[in-house]
């Protein structure tokens, strides 16, 4: 996103900013730990005769393929501001 966002959008979907920010990273975070596993998955599944270091892992495909993912706090962003976050309260994280 290239443009400031007024405040006002991000506490239409929770009960203050601090609150909203909270979530967004959250979520960020939940986004955060899925690309990097769909990463690890296409570097495991994928076979290529490039380079690899002592770990075997190909650093540069790693890289090329994680600049093409789009940001996790964008993402996150851009559900909050559709309404698609939903507030949880730390006793609903207990029951889950």
């Not at 979907?13 to 975070?29: S, V």
């Amino acid at each position: 996103m290239g443009s400031t966002l007024p405040l006002d959008e991000l506490t239409k979907h929770a009960d203050n900013l601090y609150e909203a920010i909270i979530m967004i990273a959250k979520r960020a975070n939940e986004i955060n730990s899925h690309q990097k596993k769909l990463l690890d998955e296409q570097a495991e599944a994928n076979d290529f005769d490039e380079d690899f270091d002592e770990d075997a892992v190909n650093h540069d495909y790693l890289d090329r393929q994680y600049v093409k993912m789009p940001k996790p706090t964008t993402i996150a962003l851009t559900e909050m501001l559709e309404g698609k976050l939903k507030k949880s309260l730390p006793e609903d994280e207990e029951t889950s």
